[in-house]
């Protein structure tokens, strides 16, 4: 789940910097594309390995059918992990998709104002996605989220394992609907289809 929580922030990124940046594109060299991919698997390494080691720890979710960390634990240990999980791993990359497809946008919006006729078209296909991107990404993540807050500071038993189980089936789906949204909104690859 967080490798595509920072694929997503990685790839909003990128996205905003290959469509803002004035020269051309060079498709032959992947030396980013590979530092992108190397640096969002070492982050989330970075925030996954600690439970292997005392911080917080790993169990069973909802009804025990799948892993998780372990929410309900009540000590300090587990609810500092759970916040800096939020933190650094939902709202940090959300911050970072909202001002990358921010910017797309103005940026975007400056070259519609030059050409009227196709700048308008591109300008509202390019809002349509960032909008279905973010909110996507809020509807996968925010309930997981917010169950996971709930049931690490909320009263014990507040969250039922049933109750658990539709927001942690929406988080870890976001990676099929992800690139699913990016091949049919994105004019390049829906028209090489």
């Given at each position: 789940?967080?490798?595509s929580?920072?694929?997503?922030?990685?790839?909003?990124?990128?996205?905003?910097?290959?469509?803002?940046?004035?020269?051309?594109?060079?498709t032959?060299?992947?030396?980013?594309?590979?530092?992108g991919?190397?640096?969002?698997?070492?982050?989330?390494l970075?925030?996954?390995?600690?439970?292997?080691?005392?911080?917080?720890?790993?169990?069973?979710?909802?009804?025990?059918?799948?892993?998780?960390?372990?929410?309900?634990?009540?000590?300090?240990?587990?609810?500092?992990?759970?916040?800096?999980?939020f933190?650094?791993?939902?709202?940090?990359?959300?911050?970072?998709?909202?001002?990358?497809?921010?910017?797309?946008?103005?940026?975007?919006?400056?070259?519609?104002?030059?050409?009227?006729?196709?700048?308008?078209?591109?300008?509202?296909?390019?809002?349509?996605?960032?909008?279905?991107m973010?909110?996507?990404?809020?509807?996968?993540?925010?309930?997981?989220?917010?169950?996971?807050?709930?049931?690490?500071?909320?009263?014990?038993?507040?969250?039922?394992?049933?109750?658990?189980?539709?927001?942690?089936?929406?988080?870890?789906?976001?990676?099929?609907?992800?690139?699913?949204?990016?091949?049919?909104?994105n004019?390049?690859?829906?028209?090489?289809?």
């Open positions: 789940g967080i490798i929580l920072i694929s997503l922030a990685v790839l909003s990124y990128e996205r905003y910097c290959t469509m803002t940046r004035t020269t051309e594109a060079d032959t060299n992947y030396r980013k594309s590979w530092t991919i190397i640096l969002s698997w070492a982050y989330s970075l925030w996954t390995v600690p439970p292997l080691f005392g911080w917080s720890s790993y169990g069973p979710e909802g009804p025990g059918i799948t892993c998780s960390v372990n929410w309900h634990s009540k000590d300090a240990n587990n609810a500092s992990y759970i916040v800096c999980l933190i650094f791993c939902l709202v940090i990359p959300f911050a970072i998709i909202v001002y990358s497809y921010g910017k797309l946008l103005c940026a975007v919006r400056q070259v519609s104002s030059i050409n009227k006729g196709l700048g308008r078209s591109r300008e509202q296909r390019i809002l349509v996605m960032v909008v279905v973010v909110v996507c990404f809020l509807l996968c993540w925010l309930p997981y989220a917010a169950v996971a807050l709930i049931a690490t500071f909320g009263k014990p038993g507040l969250i039922t394992p049933a109750a658990s189980i539709i927001p942690a089936i929406l988080a870890k789906s976001s990676t099929v609907y992800n690139p699913i949204i990016y091949v049919f909104l004019k390049q690859v829906s028209e090489k289809l």
